[in-house]
Structures are given as structure tokens and as C-alpha cells.
């Protein structure tokens, strides 16, 4: 359920947004769908294969949900496992300070204070995110939505997965926390 304070600042990053009206067309092999997956996969967990740009959510024996997502350029993405130990709706977002070293311009913003970009729907990581942890360290990697729905299909990200806002929503519904996901 959505609370007051996060409805208040969805409507106002909302209000605040440039409005830009962009054509966006998913290519169809991104859309979620149901797939046949290999049986020694349990059911529950994740596999993200970065080189194909998909997320498989495996829902039963030998059978998947299927997502597009984009991924973190060379050099800068994740692999191995991890699980799910944090979940947020319209989550805040503050770029690493690996993100601010290599590109200051770009986040500028986040130079030298403690500025955190509040959640909303002009927030990159969208209307929901899921932390990826290990060892019960953060990782700094997230499973979220994004404000570039273009970039599905592509490795265009600073390491994170991202999905359309709606698929994203729809994932965050269905896996609870320690939720095991392997990025290959």
C-alpha cells in the first residue's frame, strides 16, 4: 500500500518533470512470456543472461517468466549469485561514488554533498527496486525500472539490470525476500 509521504513526492517529482513525449515500441521478443526453462533450476529463483538482455523468473519446474532487460556496459557488470534482501516502492537513488568518478558531468548534481534524488517517476531506478546482496553485504547492484525504456536490449547501464517500469512491478510482486538470483 502506498503511503502518504511517497504519494506526495510521486506526484510532485510528477509536476516537476519535463514533459516529453517519447515513441517507444518494446521489440516483441522483450515483452514477458511464458517459457519452457531447464528442470534443474528451482522454482523461485532468478537467472539473468546479460549477453541475451533477459531475466528469467522461474515459476515452476521447467517453466519460466521471461522478461527483456538492459544491462551494465563492459566492464561493468555483474555476474555470480546473490540474493534479494531488499525491496522498495519508488525507491530514492543516489549514484555510487565509482558513478561520480567517471562521469562528474553527468552527475553533478551529487558532487560533493550528500544529495539524495527522491523516488518518483523521474527517478532512474524507477518505480521499484530490488537489492541484490551478498554475504548479507550490499552489492550496489539492482534489479529496477528505469526512466529509458529504449535501453532494453542493450548493455548501456553503470552495472545494474533494469526493466520497463510494469515488468519490474510485476517481478516485485511475485519474489519475496531471499529470493537467490544468478547473473551468468
Not at 67 to 90: H, M, N, P, R, S
Amino acid at each position: 500500500m502506498i503511503d502518504r509521504r511517497t504519494f506526495l513526492v510521486a506526484t510532485a517529482a510528477t509536476l516537476a518533470a519535463p514533459q516529453v513525449a517519447r515513441a517507444f515500441a518494446l521489440e516483441p521478443r522483450f515483452t514477458p512470456q511464458n517459457v519452457r526453462m531447464k528442470t534443474n533450476i528451482a522454482p523461485g529463483q532468478i537467472l539473468i543472461l546479460p549477453r541475451a538482455h533477459f531475466l528469467y523468473h522461474v515459476t515452476g519446474p521447467g517453466v519460466a517468466r521471461r522478461y527483456g532487460v538492459g544491462v551494465g556496459k563492459a566492464g561493468l557488470e555483474f555476474t555470480g549469485e546473490a540474493v534479494i534482501a531488499v525491496k522498495k516502492e519508488w525507491p530514492t537513488w543516489r549514484p555510487t561514488e565509482e558513478m561520480i568518478e567517471r562521469d562528474p558531468r553527468t552527475y553533478s548534481k551529487f558532487v560533493d554533498n550528500d544529495y539524495v534524488q527522491p523516488g518518483g517517476p523521474g527517478n532512474p531506478l524507477g518505480a521499484r527496486a530490488l537489492y541484490l546482496f551478498q554475504d548479507g553485504r550490499d552489492t550496489f547492484f539492482r534489479i529496477h525500472g528505469t526512466t529509458q525504456p529504449e535501453s532494453i536490449g542493450k548493455s548501456v547501464s553503470n552495472g545494474c539490470i533494469r526493466m520497463i517500469n510494469e515488468h519490474v512491478q510485476e517481478l516485485y510482486t511475485q519474489v519475496p525476500l531471499g529470493t537467490k538470483v544468478t547473473v551468468l
